[in-house]
Nanobody, 123 residues
């Protein structure tokens, strides 16, 4: 199973930008996604990207502010976040899709997960 490790989280101010990285232990010939979970809330879809990066998808709440990308040569996926809001405060998880019976925005579609990176946005 592929191991995923997120990095790049931290404490930032509203309006700041941040880039999260997700490094994979091996090749990732599949769709990858970002999810986030705020305290007391369910994990929610943020973005997904197909293998060659040509197809991306975003949750409505982050469209225009978040950009997902990947560098397959380095087995790394990125999430560029701009205009951060306090509502973006959450633990961000990267994941590798392994179940094609579920849609890309469904957490059940993903069978490899990172440990999460905390992003805290102060107002």
């Amino acid at each position: 199973q592929v191991q995923l490790v997120e990095s790049g989280g931290g404490l930032v101010q509203a309006g700041d930008s941040l880039r999260l990285s997700c490094a994979a232990s091996g090749r990732t010939f599949s769709i990858m996604g970002w999810f986030r979970q705020a305290p007391g809330k369910e994990r929610e879809f943020v973005a997904s990207i197909n293998y060659n990066g040509a197809i991306t998808s975003y949750a409505d709440a982050v469209k225009g502010r978040f950009t997902v990308s990947r560098d397959n040569a380095k087995s790394t996926m990125f999430l560029q976040i701009s205009s951060l809001k306090p509502g973006d405060t959450a633990t961000y998880f990267c994941a590798l899709k392994g179940r094609n019976t579920y849609a890309n925005n469904n957490a059940a579609a993903y069978d490899s997960w990172g440990q999460g990176a905390q992003v805290t946005v102060s107002s």
